[in-house]
């Protein structure tokens, strides 16, 4: 125990210190080699992607979309109305020698739709040089007269169609037509909002639509081959009023008009039998319906007419 030696400070040795310093700076090496190929990496991935695109893009063009074997030669359009199929091909917008392929089918087809008189159309590409076009037309069931401003001053009278689902059409021209044959007579809507006549829109007007389901029934009846519709009030909140070409005037609740015109063709043939014509009738009443007739001598005579069937008009 005498010679036990006693211990150093370990502060003033020279034992080996671990550089650290030189394996951080392997380390920081490292991950700069590691960052700059997945950069490296990332970059050509990007490249090729791109080079990728551009080349598919280019191989569509030439091979599909500027390929003059697709090019548009015959535009194959048909209509079940009446506009003029040169018409319909200028409102498509589509020339012979545009590429069938990059034709732009639902601008065709929204551009066409913008007519109001058009209900739908259907569009097809017939490889390798034909669009085929469809068109289905809606019919008109009544007019509307309306008073516009004139940019010189004064009121003119604008006409409008409507359908018998309350769209408001706009009238064709006569060169917009198909046909030379005169402009049919359709009965006149009055006491409409004018707010709410807007081309191309529906009217949602409970009088106006059950005007329309009026008239619709009444082509449907035995009284569309014995008077002429002239006009439809629909002013009344609760009634709409008829009057015939004959000077008739005939009140109709707004619901069930296949009933009620069943009623007013009995009443009609009672007064055939003596000799008499209806002034004035009230089909709104379910009992004992007021009614004021007329000498049948002093009322213009009606054109027999069959009873109309739904179709197209021409407008």
């Known amino acids: 125990m005498w010679f036990k030696r006693k211990p150093r400070n370990r502060r003033l040795g020279r034992d080996y210190v671990l550089d650290v310093k030189l394996r951080s700076s392997q380390v920081r090496a490292a991950r700069t080699r590691m960052a700059a190929v997945a950069l490296g990496v990332v970059f050509a991935l990007v490249l090729g992607l791109f080079l990728l695109w551009r080349g598919g893009e280019w191989v569509l063009n030439r091979l599909i979309y500027e390929n003059k074997a697709f090019a548009v030669e015959q535009i194959d359009i048909q209509s079940d109305g009446i506009i003029a199929l040169n018409q319909l091909r200028g409102w498509a917008g589509v020339k012979p020698g545009q590429n069938l392929l990059a034709l732009d089918l639902a601008r065709v087809q929204r551009d066409l739709l913008l007519v109001s008189l058009i209900q739908s159309v259907s569009i097809e590409r017939v490889l390798p040089h034909t669009l085929r076009i469809r068109v289905t037309e809606r019919e008109p069931l009544a007019q509307i007269s309306l008073p516009q401003p004139r940019a010189q001053g004064g009121v003119e009278s604008s006409t409008y169609y409507i359908d018998a689902e309350g769209y408001v059409l706009v009238p064709l021209e006569a060169s917009q ?124 005579a009606a054109t027999p007419k069959p009873p109309k069937q739904l179709k197209k008009k021409h407008v």
């Open 177 to 300: 037509r198909n046909t030379p044959q005169p402009v049919e007579p359709l009965p006149l809507l009055r006491g409409l909002n004018p707010s709410e006549v807007l081309a191309g829109r529906r009217i949602e007007s409970p009088q106006v639509q059950a005007a329309l389901q009026l008239l619709v029934a009444f082509d449907r009846s035995a009284m569309a081959g014995l008077v002429d519709t002239k006009s439809v009030d629909v002013s009344s909140p609760e009634v709409l009023v008829l009057t015939t070409g004959e000077g008739s005037e005939v009140t109709f609740g707004r619901v069930n008009p296949e009933q009620q015109l069943r009623r007013w063709h009995q009443i009609y043939e009672e007064g055939q039998k003596i000799s008499k014509a209806i002034a004035s009738l009230d089909l709104a009443v379910s009992n004992n319906i007021p009614a004021r007739w007329l000498e049948a001598s002093a009322v213009p």
